[in-house]
């Protein structure tokens, strides 16, 4: 990367993949990635490889999560270089798989973007979910798709959080973006959610296009959530759930919650109050693939990133 009159001059997108079914009970992204494998003609733009790709085959044949291991938390370093064989878990095989086909991870070959199809069924709506808040071209590209569909909505969540930022399958690109639509439950498929989804990767590869063709996109502000804290449910000393996510705050993603606000209802009908230090904005709450990763929900904080002018080098 490059300046130049302050614009930064980036590489050209010219390898771009869709990843749908990383978990296969997200019918979303499976239902467009198989669509688009039979006919792509949707999803190709001039001078650009549009390439669909269905990540995790065997648990979309079962509709379920994953097979042996989350594979949206395989792409790790130690997992990457580990002797591939039969013995490692089926979701390690397919990332050392996917990584040397869309990568090397964090090499010159890897894929320019990758977009990860995910759904969830929770009320966050449409989110794109960056990965990096130094990542110029993502934060240009939401910007071009947030104003796209104006009126409608589309958040970003950053996740860049030491501890709980995970190693996602399109991290493999050199520029990762997650997709997330909701609510919709594991195993169904609903119109709206497909629909939102769609019209989201259009302009996504819109954007990739007349980037391509020499557009430069001027100095935008981009209001983002920033992962802050992972909530879990109140256990008791065996590990148990005691507690609910509180009505008040049950559909209620990316509003605000205030200190002392009603967070969890116990079984018995008790009320438990956020005890934090500020306002902070809940989102993938009561998620229902989080209950085995003891997670109720995330906080975020609100914040507004300036990305700098770009166009290709």
Known sequence: ?????????????????????????????????????????????????????????KAVEKCTRYVDTDLNRAFTPENLSAPA?????????????????????????????????????????CTLILESSKDLFNLQMMNYIKKAIAPASCLVLLNEHPLLKYSTSRSVAKHPVGLEVGPQPQGVLRSNIFEAMRVILKHALDFIELFNEGMEFPSCTVEVFRVSERIDYPRDANGNIIAMV??????????????GDPMFQTFDGKTIHYQGSGTVYPTFINEAAYYEKQQAFVTTRRETLVASAIRKA
């Open 1 to 57: 990367m490059s300046s130049y009159n302050n614009t930064a001059r980036l590489t050209e997108a010219r390898r771009v993949a869709i990843f749908g079914g990383t978990h296969g009970n997200e019918m979303s992204g499976v239902t467009l990635v198989n669509l688009w494998m039979k006919n792509s003609d949707e999803i190709q733009r001039k001078g650009v490889e549009a390439k669909p790709f269905i990540t995790n085959p």
């Open 85 to 125: 064989g039969d013995e490692l878990p089926y979701e390690v095989q397919r990332a050392q798989e996917i990584n040397k086909e869309f990568g090397p991870k964090g090499s010159p070959e890897a894929y320019d973007v990758i977009f990860d199809l995910h759904n969830t069924t929770s009320n966050m709506g």
């Open 246 to 259: 509180h009505p008040n705050l049950q559909d209620c993603d990316w509003e605000p919650l205030n200190p």
